[in-house]
Each structure stands twice: as structure tokens, then as C-alpha cells.
């Protein structure tokens, strides 16, 4: 989580508007960055940063330690005020608990029953007020309570000592303090009236009910002092991360001065100040102690702990889980995100989704219904099931029934993908189920006389078969692939490698571009497309922030970085699920190296096509850039064994064939670095938790359903068909004719979906040409899903690249932006697949 969401979430919200502004002095460090550079800023910033900077001098670290110096008074000023309240409050509690520990110390003494019939009552009194103090007589008692009253005198005369009196104080404040401290402390002695009348059973009912004030003033007392400490820490953190970006940003080195001499020159961060809080609250756990656990301090503080979690937990479930919704309203009324990674509402635009809309209720068959029930998607879910009833029974184009139902199940499942009727994942978990319920898949049996006879298999069969075939090698893969991105995002190790190279780009546009999107491209191959483009555009963000508002280069960065992280989809098996879809149609499964060898040609003609068509289209000029600095962190064992153990995986599965007698398949392979990185620790139970686990589901189904269309023959019948029309094209003809669908395709819906819909039937239709290749059929067309970058919604780093926003919230992209540069990339992609992919798919043997 950042700071400046930390600080939202564990700040009193009694008191925000009193901590650090940390979200103004990073504008104000972008603001002195962008000087420094000679850049102009926004002509919307921040009216207060700009009127600081032309007002001070030119030194930026004057200006930031004059912002930081103001911060500082604002919040010095408020914890003293805060401090004096609450020691105040404490030392009132100190005084009135050693007078109710005198008056009950009293009458347990004083009372000497009379007969038999007053004792009784006597000893109800005591059960009921639950007082144990040890029979002492007065003249002890009141020598025990004498300290007691005594320390209560002296803390009360540390709340406003003269260290809290500052020499800029006026003679009026000081006075006025001490006349508080005055009325205070004498109304802190005043002996409550009910203590001289009323009888016996009455006084003990009064003490017990005193007894149950006083802990609820003492638990109320440790929670403001746990949120004075709370607020002091905070403060603290937040001016040691203001200083730690300034430097990192403005590279200069006066964080560590600074913070020295704001510990000494400040009340609040001084070390008496934080011993004196410490003490404050072992005196409220004190007294919590002796009017609740008979003096265990131990149990007392755990108690207190408790009430101050409760405390805690009530306020983020009311005050802040407001503040929380109001902030997401706000940002949900330029931006909205739905239905995983496709569906994007621009500004200005009404929301689509079913999840943005207001729950009201319509009434239908008598029925009071939430109208979510009975909108689009419901309406969307009807047309669906009505396609699959009127496949199965009215339209029958094959004479197998386990043909006819297996097609309405693609048909179905292609619609519900299409449309999202349903998230991509259900209609994949939804496929075993039809699978089962229609009996698609097929037997084989020999009969008595040596033929062959096919029967469709009973439920219990095809759910055994269909279970079997949902966690494959294939999805074990994906885990391993999921489990080395995890450890590399989680150890920084991507973001260092990154960084390293970037440093090495230089000041000139052109290399700078060309070297990100190499990086983004890297990075896709191990860390997926997913995460790649936002651990590149987080990287980027110094550089974007120096750019001048009305630069085009910084559209030239937020696309090339998108395109080429979808390039990087093609870069490996595990880089991209369509990768892996593609391996479980391919018979031999191609090694790692056989993979590379065709993938990274491929890719790098493709980045260096796209690179020079952007830098065609947004032409840099004559625009210097500021070098990104590469992380100053060193190296830690952590990071080593991550880096080794990653290494080992990926070595591994590269030697997968020659390995295959010993290990089996790559699924095996998968399972080293989860055994590996889990179970030493480095990666945790949320860690795996994280995983994209729609993806998973989404593969799952996606193999059912490409097993369900091969066993029931469905595959064979089309391929046959599709077969004899191509039959006068050679295998280079039908990639051509087949790569534009599947670009097509994969436009428009999601690069899995495409996949899964696709390239099964590629493969049957390789295996029916006259010169059998279903594995170069296979293989095109699965990079030419990754190839598919046209639309801002084709795929995740699309999706990403057109949400991002300057520092002022406004878009750097635009639709028209994605489709100018984007199609005519896809285009250069696909003549890169189809040439340079097919000619060293040939020479590697595929």
C-alpha cells in the first residue's frame, strides 16, 4: 500500500486534516523536478506550490525545506494542544481513582456490622460492587494512597511544564493554561456528593457504578493517547518518505540532516516527548489495572489492547469506509473499469455495466425483483440458453448427436465470451458441466468380430474423463509461471533489472523508447503481459512527469510500451495463457528452445517495426529527456536465492526433452519454484491467494472444451469440410487465409478466448492437409493472438495504457490514438508471423 493511502487508512479521521500533506508535497516535488529540468509546469497545478516556487529562491532545496518547515509548525502546534487535553484528562482520572480507592479503602474499614441481620445485606453489597482491597487500617491506607496522589500531582504538572510553553507563547496563553490546570485540578479532588448520604448497600451500588465509570474513562484515555502516539509516528514516516522522494527525485542527499535536526528543534519528535508518552501510558494501564485486574498490568494491557482494536476496527468500519466510498465514487465518475479487461467506459461516457447501476426493484409475476435480476445480463443469459435449446433440437447439421450438442456448446460458450454475459471464467466452469450433461465425449470398444465401435460414454465415465483432463501438465505450468512472476514482482528483482537497463538509455528520445519497449517486451516473458506494462509505466512515471504538457512523446511511451508487452505474449510458453493453449494442441509439445527459437526473431523484428512506425507517427524533435536512475538498494540474499531458483526453473524447463525420462513433462518442472519459493517462506499463503485464478479456470475450461470438440468427432466433420475449399492452397496459402481470421478474431474478444475457440480447430485442420503441419498451423496462429493490439480493449496492456493519466488526471491517450497506431502495428505484426515466424518454423522442424 503507499504512504498516502496508508495515511488516509490509519489516520484518527477526527483529526485528518492535521497530519502531514503528503499528496501536496509530492506535487511540489514534481513541481521543483519540472523546474530544475527548465519544463514548464501544468498551467492547473497546485495555485500554492507555483505562487512558492516563483516566490522563493532558486535552490529547490530551500523551497522544499520551507514547505516541510511549515508542515512541521502546523503539526507541532496540534500535538501540544492535543497533548494538553489529554494528560489533562489522564490526571483528572489519576485524582478521582485515588479518591474512589480512599472512600471504598474507607468504608470497608469503617463499617463494623451491628447484628447478624445488617451483615448480610453487607456482604451482598460487596458481591454486587466485586471490591477486593486488603483490611488495612486508616492511618496505612492513607499512607498508601498519599504516592498515589502525589504522582497524580506531579503528572498533572507535566501536562503544561514549562518545556510545553515555547517563548512565542503570548502572556494570555499562559495564563490561560494555567488557570485550565487550576480549575481542573481542584474540580479532579472534588469528592462526589453521594459518598456522605444514603445507606450502606446504597454506597457500595454508588462505588461499583463509580468503579465501571472510571474503566470506561481509563480505556478512553489509553485510546487517545495510543492515537496521540499513532499520530506522532505517522507524521514522522510521512516526513521521512517526503524527503526520501525529493532526494531520489531532485537526486540530492538532505534527509538524513534534516530529519536529525527536526528530532531536536520540534516538540512533538523529540525523545523526551515520546518517553514522556510512553510513561503517560503506563500510568493509564496502571490504573486500568487497579479497577479492573486487581493490579495484573499484564492482563490490563492486554485488555486495553483490545478495546483499542475494537475502537479501531468500528472507525474503519463506519467513518472510513465513508471516506473510502466517496474517494472511489469520485474516481469512478471519469474512470471505470468493468468486466475484467475489456469492457472500458471513457469520460463523459454512461456506465454499461450492470455493476454501476442503481439497485432499484421492478415487479414481475407478482414478485418484488432487483431489476439487475431482469436486465442485460439476464436478457443476455435467456439468448444463450435459447441457442443451445434450438441447437440441440431443431437445427441438427451433422447426423451425431454428440456432434449436434457439441457444437450448440461451442456456440453457447463463443456468446457468452463474446458478450460477457457471464465473467469468462463461469462460462469456462460452466463447459464441464454441458460437457457431461449432453454426453459429447465418445468411446471406442472392439466388438466380437475385430471392429471398432464408438458409443457415447455414460455420466460417470465423462465426468471421470473430463475431471482428468482439467488439471493437466498445461495448468501446472501456468501455476509455475504465475509462482516466478510473484517472486520476481514481490523481491523488486524485475524493477531493479529494469532500472539498470534504462539507466544505460541516455537523454535522446529515440533510445529511450527503443530500450522501454525492449524491457517491457523481457519483461512479459517471465512476469506475463499482465504486470510487465504497469511495473514499465510506474518506472517510466519520472520521465513522463519532466515532458512538456503538449509533448507527443509521452503518447509515443505509453503505447509502445503497451504493444510491445503484447509482443512479449509471444516471447514464451508461460508468457501468456494462449501459449500454453497452444502447447496442449501441439503433438510433440515444442521444447523451450524450439520456442524461442521462433518467438524472439519474431519479436524483435516486431518491436523494431512498431518503434519506427511510432517514431513515424510522434516524432520526438529535438526533446531532451532526463535519465531514469537505476535503484540504490543493495542486493539481498532474498533477491540471490529468487534470481537462483528462477534460473534453475527456467534451465529446466529448456532441457525439458532430454529430461523427460527422469522428470516426465514441463507440468513436473512447474513445480519446483512453488515447492521452492513457498515453502521457504518467500512467498505466502495471500501471495498464492493473488494468483489469477480466472485465468486458471478460463485455461480449465478451455481444455475440456478442446477435448469435448476432438472426441466427438466435431473437429474431424468441420475440418474435413473447411479442408476440401482450402485444398487448393498450399500450406503458406491457408497460414495467410487463417493468420487474418485469427487477428480478427482476437481484435475483437480476448487473446485467451480467441485461443481457445481457435485453435483447436487449426490443428484438425493441419492434420487433414495433404502435406500434414498442425503444429505450424498451431503455432501461427497462437502469436498471431498475442499479435492482436488494434482496439484499447484487445487486451490487458491495452486496457492499462488507456487509463493512464498525467498528474493532472487528465488521459494521454485516446481511442482514435489506439486505433491509428495500433491496427497498422498489428498489421506489421502478422507480416513478421507469417514471413520471418514461418520461415524458422520450418528450419527448427516444426
Known amino acids: 500500500m503507499k504512504f498516502n493511502h496508508s495515511l488516509q487508512f490509519n489516520a484518527v479521521p477526527e483529526w485528518t486534516s492535521e497530519y502531514i500533506a503528503y499528496s501536496q508535497l509530492k506535487k511540489l516535488i514534481y513541481s521543483l523536478e519540472r523546474t530544475a529540468l527548465g519544463v514548464p509546469n501544468y498551467e492547473d497545478e497546485d495555485e500554492e506550490n507555483s505562487t512558492l516556487i516563483r516566490e522563493a529562491d532558486s535552490n529547490p532545496e530551500d523551497i522544499f525545506k520551507r514547505a516541510l518547515d511549515d508542515e512541521l509548525k502546523k503539526i507541532d502546534s496540534f500535538y501540544m494542544e492535543r497533548e494538553q487535553d489529554i494528560y489533562l484528562d489522564l490526571d483528572r482520572l489519576i485524582e478521582d481513582e485515588a479518591v474512589f480507592q480512599a472512600e471504598h479503602a474507607g468504608h470497608e474499614q469503617g463499617y463494623c456490622p451491628q447484628d447478624t441481620d445488617n451483615e448480610q445485606p453487607f456482604r451482598l453489597a460487596r458481591s454486587r460492587s466485586s471490591l477486593s482491597v486488603d483490611s488495612t487500617d486508616g492511618e496505612d491506607l492513607h499512607n498508601q494512597l498519599s504516592p498515589v ?257 457439441c457444437l450448440a456448446i461451442i456456440v453457447l460458450a463463443s456468446f457468452f465470451w463474446a458478450t460477457e454475459a457471464l465473467p469468462l471464467f463461469v462460462t469456462s466452469m460452466m463447459l464441464p458441466f454441458l460437457v457431461v450433461l449432453l454426453r459429447v465425449n465418445l468411446g471406442t470398444t472392439v466388438d466380437k468380430h475385430g471392429n471398432t465401435v464408438t458409443y457415447r460414454l455414460t455420466a460417470p465415465a465423462a465426468a471421470d474423463v473430463v475431471f482428468s483432463q482439467m488439471w493437466s501438465s498445461v495448468i501446472m505450468l501456468l501455476l509455475g509461471g504465475f509462482t516466478l512472476a510473484a517472486a520476481l514482482s514481490k523481491y523488486d528483482i524485475a524493477k531493479i533489472l529494469a532500472t539498470a537497463i534504462l539507466s544505460k538509455a541516455g537523454t535522446s528520445p529515440r533510445v529511450v523508447l527503443l530500450t522501454l519497449m525492449f524491457v517491457a517486451w523481457f519483461l512479459s516473458m517471465w512476469i506475463s503481459n499482465v504486470a510487465s506494462p504497469v511495473l514499465c509505466y510506474s518506472i517510466s512515471q519520472p520521465l513522463l512527469r519532466t515532458l512538456p504538457p503538449d509533448s507527443t512523446f509521452a503518447k509515443a511511451v505509453i503505447l509502445g510500451i503497451a504493444l510491445a508487452a503484447n509482443v512479449g505474449g509471444m516471447g514464451s510458453p508461460i508468457a501468456s495463457p494462449q501459449n500454453l493453449i ?194 505450424i498451423l498451431v503455432m501461427v496462429s497462437a502469436l498471431l493472438c498475442s499479435a492482436a493490439m488494434g482496439l484499447p480493449t484487445s487486451g490487458f496492456p491495452n486496457v492499462t495504457a488507456i487509463c493512464m493519466t498525467d498528474e493532472m488526471g487528465r488521459r494521454y491517450l485516446t481511442v482514435s490514438n489506439f486505433i491509428t497506431r495500433g491496427v497498422p502495428s498489428s498489421i506489421l505484426v502478422y507480416i513478421a508471423i507469417i514471413t520471418i515466424g514461418y520461415f524458422f518454423m520450418v528450419v527448427s522442424g516444426y
Not at 485464478?693 to 478451455?702: R, S, V, Y
Open 582 to 775: 497452444a502447447l496442449e494442441n501441439m503433438d510433440p509439445i515444442p521444447t523451450w528452445m524450439q520456442w524461442f527459437a521462433v518467438a524472439i526473431p519474431v519479436s524483435i523484428v516486431s518491436i523494431l517495426m512498431v518503434w519506427f512506425f511510432l517514431m513515424l507517427t510522434f516524432p520526438p524533435g529535438d526533446l531532451k529527456l532526463t535519465p531514469i536512475r537505476r535503484m540504490r538498494e543493495p542486493y539481498t540474499g532474498k533477491q540471490y536465492f529468487v534470481v537462483f531458483g528462477s534460473l534453475v526453473t527456467i534451465v529446466l524447463w529448456c532441457m525439458s526433452q532430454k529430461l523427460e525420462p527422469v522428470l516426465g513433462n514441463m507440468g513436473v518442472i512447474a513445480l519446483i519454484p512453488i515447492v521452492l519459493f513457498f515453502g521457504t517462506g518467500l512467498l505466502t499463503t495471500e501471495d498464492f491467494n493473488n494468483f489469477l485464478w480466472t485465468i486458471i479456470a478460463l485455461a480449465m475450461g478451455g481444455v475440456v472444451m478442446g477435448k469435448a470438440v476432438a472426441s466427438s468427432g466435431l473437429l474431424a466433420t468441420i475440418a474435413s469440410a473447411i479442408s476440401i475449399k482450402l485444398s487448393s492452397l498450399d500450406l503458406f496459402g491457408v497460414i495467410v487465409v487463417f493468420g487474418m481470421l485469427v487477428l480478427v478474431v482476437a481484435t475483437f474478444v480476448s487473446h485467451t478466448v480467441a485461443a481457445l475457440v481457435i485453435l483447436p480447430l487449426v490443428k484438425t485442420i493441419g492434420e487433414s492437409l495433404p502435406d500434414p503441419q498442425p503444429r
Open 149 to 405: 496522589r502525589s504522582r497524580a500531582r506531579q503528572s498533572f504538572g507535566k501536562a503544561v511544564a514549562p518545556s510545553t510553553i515555547h517563548s512565542d507563547d503570548s502572556d494570555e496563553d499562559v495564563v490561560a493554561i494555567r488557570r485550565k490546570r487550576t480549575r481542573s485540578q481542584s474540580g479532579a479532588r472534588r469528592r462526589p456528593s453521594w459518598f456522605h448520604h444514603g445507606g450502606e448497600e446504597d454506597v457500595f451500588s454508588n462505588l461499583y457504578d463509580m468503579r465501571i465509570t472510571l474503566k470506561k474513562r481509563a480505556t478512553a484515555v489509553y485510546v487517545s493517547l495510543c492515537e496521540l502516539r499513532s499520530y506522532s509516528q505517522l507524521n514522522k514516516t510521512g516526513f521521512s518518505k517526503a524527503l526520501k522522494k525529493f532526494d531520489k527525485t531532485l537526486d540530492r542527499h538532505i534527509r538524513e540532516s534534516y530529519l536529525e535536526n527536526m528530532c531536536s528543534k520540534t516538540y512533538i519528535f523529540s525523545r523526551a516527548t515520546e518517553q514522556n508518552l510512553d510513561h503517560r501510558v503506563d500510568e493509564a494501564v496502571d490504573v486500568y489495572a487497579r479497577l479492573a485486574t486487581n493490579g495484573d498490568v499484564k492482563i490490563a494491557r492486554q485488555e486495553l489492547r483490545l478495546h483499542l482494536r475494537e475502537h479501531i476496527v468500528w472507525e474503519r468500519n463506519t467513518v472510513w469506509r465513508d471516506m473510502i466510498g466517496m474517494e472511489r465514487k469520485a474516481q469512478a465518475a471519469n474512470l471505470n473499469i468493468i468486466g475484467g479487461n475489456r469492457n472500458v467506459r471513457l469520460q463523459g461516457e454512461e456506465p454499461t455495466s450492470l455493476l454501476l447501476e442503481k439497485v432499484d426493484y421492478v415487479m414481475m409475476w407478482g414478485f418484488r425483483l432487483p431489476r439487475a435480476i431482469v436486465g442485460r445480463r439476464a436478457i443476455l443469459c435467456l439468448i444463450g440458453l435459447g441457442i443451445l435449446l434450438t441447437f440441440i433440437h431443431v437445427i441438427t447439421p451433422f447426423d451425431s448427436d454428440a456432434q449436434n450438442n
